[in-house]
């Protein structure tokens, strides 16, 4: 029994080093950031690949039950995150939405990344929505962090948040390992992760009022 396990484990396909097979088939967009803590990149290889939902059954009922509207297209450059069999959760960054869900392993071929990025590649200002991240690199090889987070967003309706919105704020500093920086504030513990031109955070919900979270696909603004 051992050996017709090792293998199955074996004979998986890789794509980037992306996590092996996970019991939890959540993927999507308000969670993606949390999913995984071994990110990797892809291009698209067919000309259209749907993102399948992660309802109940999904995506091992495939296309034909698990279809979301929205797709990506030959050579777009997806975000992965962990798998589920022959499906990997996969992010794309588009102009004014991003889309999240799982997609056919199938149809993506691994690109390289940085497992060690420069001080350089840190540093700047990092935006997702109203939430913001700037990164300094200090003489010591370490990294500053100073951040602000908002729920539901820094100006929301007043009929929504007659109060005004739920802020949070990170202060802290660390030297990154690899393409990971790890950053502890009080009882707010951040965990960044730089891939490509893309700095995933993830939270653990206590870096500030109700609902606010630092997680989420951060891009680059600015360069110091």
């Not at 199938?106 to 390289?112: E, T, V």
């Not at 730089?194 to 600015?222: E, P």
Request: aromatic share 8%; with cysteine; proline share 6%.
């Amino acid at each position: 029994m051992r050996k017709g396990l090792l293998f199955f484990v074996l004979a998986i396909p890789m794509i980037a080093q992306a996590q092996s097979e996970d019991q939890s088939v959540t993927c999507r967009n308000g969670d993606f950031a949390s999913s995984s803590s071994n990110f990797s990149l892809a291009k698209v290889t067919v000309p259209r690949l749907y993102f399948l939902k992660d309802d109940e059954g999904c995506p091992t009922k495939g296309e034909g039950g698990c279809r979301q509207s929205s797709y990506v297209i030959k050579d777009d450059a997806l975000l992965l995150a962990r798998r589920s069999g022959n499906y990997v959760c996969a992010f794309y960054r588009n102009k004014g939405r991003d889309s999240a869900g799982w997609v056919a392993l199938s149809g993506l071929r691994s690109l390289p990344k940085t497992d060690h990025p420069s001080a350089r590649g840190w540093i700047g200002n990092w935006r997702d929505g109203d939430n913001q991240i700037h990164l300094k690199a200090n003489p010591d090889a370490s990294v500053s962090v100073k951040g602000d987070a908002y729920w539901p967003s820094a100006h929301p309706d007043p009929e929504d948040a007659p109060a005004g919105p739920n802020i949070g704020a990170v202060t802290g500093h660390g030297k990154p390992r690899a393409s990971q920086l790890e950053i502890s504030d009080g009882a707010c513990k951040l965990s960044l992760h730089l891939i490509g031109d893309m700095l995933i955070a993830a939270d653990n919900m206590n870096c500030g009022g109700a609902n606010v979270s630092f997680s989420g696909v951060y891009n680059r603004t600015r360069r110091p």
